[in-house]
């Protein structure tokens, strides 16, 4: 079966454990797992400084 995955900023709110644990889950459970991620990518910008409080 094959299933594409759309996140938007949410593997960021987990640990990396349990995010490698997500991305292992779909390759050991699909035979072709796609991954659209959208995350932030500018830290330094107003949204990302908001990301980075919001996280903290």
Do not use: K
Request: proline share 4%; with cysteine.
């Amino acid at each position: 079966m094959h299933l594409n995955f759309i996140i938007e900023c949410v593997l960021i709110y987990l640990d990396p454990d349990s995010s490698h644990e997500v991305v292992g889950w779909a390759c050991r459970t699909f035979s072709t797992a796609v991954f659209f991620l959208y995350e932030q990518i500018h830290p330094d910008d107003a949204f990302g400084q908001q990301m980075i409080r919001n996280l903290e």
